[in-house]
């Protein structure tokens, strides 16, 4: 994360498709954490309207990879 770049647990964000979604919970995914010895920051996310997929829908994405692609509306 850049410094000053945060992600607002609660907060809605809207991605560049024009859905918008909520962040639910930032994660570490342990995911290789035995052979690399990292956790990858996640964010923990629920589509708030229909799209492509159904409202309600949960995604998770790297901290760097949401803040590439989310912009934040507020609370």
Partial sequence: MEP???INVGGT???RSGI???VEKL???ATGFESSGN???SVLYTQLQDGK???GTQYV???EDFLRNFEYLGT
């Fill in 4 to 6: 000053g770049e945060t």
């Fill in 13 to 15: 964000y809207r991605h």
């Fill in 20 to 22: 918008e979604y909520q």
């Fill in 27 to 29: 994660l570490l995914d």
């Fill in 39 to 41: 956790l990858t920051p």
């Fill in 53 to 55: 997929f159904s409202k």
């Fill in 61 to 63: 994405r790297s901290v």
